[in-house]
């Protein structure tokens, strides 16, 4: 029974709280073992979400109402074009859809060969990934239009705000076909499934970065810092297995994982590539790599047309800022909303405190001059490591003598 308010904690649901820690547990053994070594499962773990969804698509449109569904899923409302919100979430949902400014997208990468098309890969994903946002769009709407017929509402009053619609609409479906136990069961494989593998995929980007910070010590006991790392984050999850979890999810979504923070850390990382590397090095890069000569307009992109547009949205997100609500439109208390802009700052103060450390702080022999230019335009080099199988170890060997190249 969910609670009234994030205060009220309520107590633990034990029941969640153990599969919570089996899915830590999963996790661990996916990154002790590496990717490389999942492919087959990361496979089937791709391609079985559309064959569901396919079936789920064609029988949500069979069901009355649907075409209802459908016609308010295509209908855009363009009043809400003015409203800072509407971009922000859109934004974030671009973010987070193709795993922009969480490092996970780099750190896969980092197990490919060093010629490997990545360029094409990334117009791939981007395809495939507004394809099925479009697809599970068709399945969702046709079946809240044949909830709406039923319940005698608009579709606009089915809808509840939060993260839980997919629990609303896919469920009703499967009710609705032959052996409806067998498919529920096989949409919660499904739901499980996919929030393992992006739960995988963001662990192995945040533990890929702190092993090539401390690669010494976490390559030679990986098995104990890796368990340390989930246990630390199966601790922080606790909360969200309690009676007020609901809550603490929205708060965890809305300013740790979305909005500001991660506007923030992706206009850093494109100025830090675009303007720090240098365009015309990551050009040269690829062309190295795969051989693909770029035009100057890349420039015009990643230098310009991108940072302009992350900053706007930031500052937009800032300007006008809205507290978090409950569903009963009363506003969350002042203490969650602090503890939120806390977890905003974790991520964002990160940037500008290791650039005051890289100033004031390391190696005071060097003029303050040349850690400013080395800082701005650091000295890294494309290189071929391997250019018949891309070896990790090879890589952090590569890492480490960058490293050496700037003051510490």
Known sequence: MQTESISDFGGIQWELMGIMFFAWLIV????WKGITQARKFVYFCALFPYFLLVVLLVRGLTLPGAVTGISFYLT???TKLSETTVWKDAGTQVFYSYGVGFGALIALGSHNKFNHNCFRDAFVMCFINGSTSILAGFVVFSILGYMSVVANKSIADIVKPGVGLAFQAYPEVASKLPLKQLWAFLFFLMITILGLDSQVCMMEGLFTAIEDVFPSVLRKYKKISLGVTCLLFFIIGIPMVSYAGAYWLTL???YGASGIALLFVVFFEVIGLSW????DNVRSAL?????????????VVWKIISPTVIAMLFFSCVVKYKPLKYPTGE??????????FFLS???MIVIPFYALYFLFVAKNDVPLKQKLSQGLHPRLQVRNCNATAFAREEEMDFIDSERKMIPS
């Open 276 to 279: 720090g590397f240098g365009a």
């Open 76 to 78: 855009p409302n363009m």
């Open 252 to 254: 965890f979504d809305a």
């Open 331 to 340: 506003d969350y208390p002042l203490w969650a909303e602090i503890f939120g």
């Open 28 to 31: 661990y053994f996916a990154l």
């Open 345 to 347: 700052s974790c991520s």
């Open 287 to 299: 062309n190295e790599m795969i051989g693909l000569s770029l035009s100057r307009v890349w420039n």
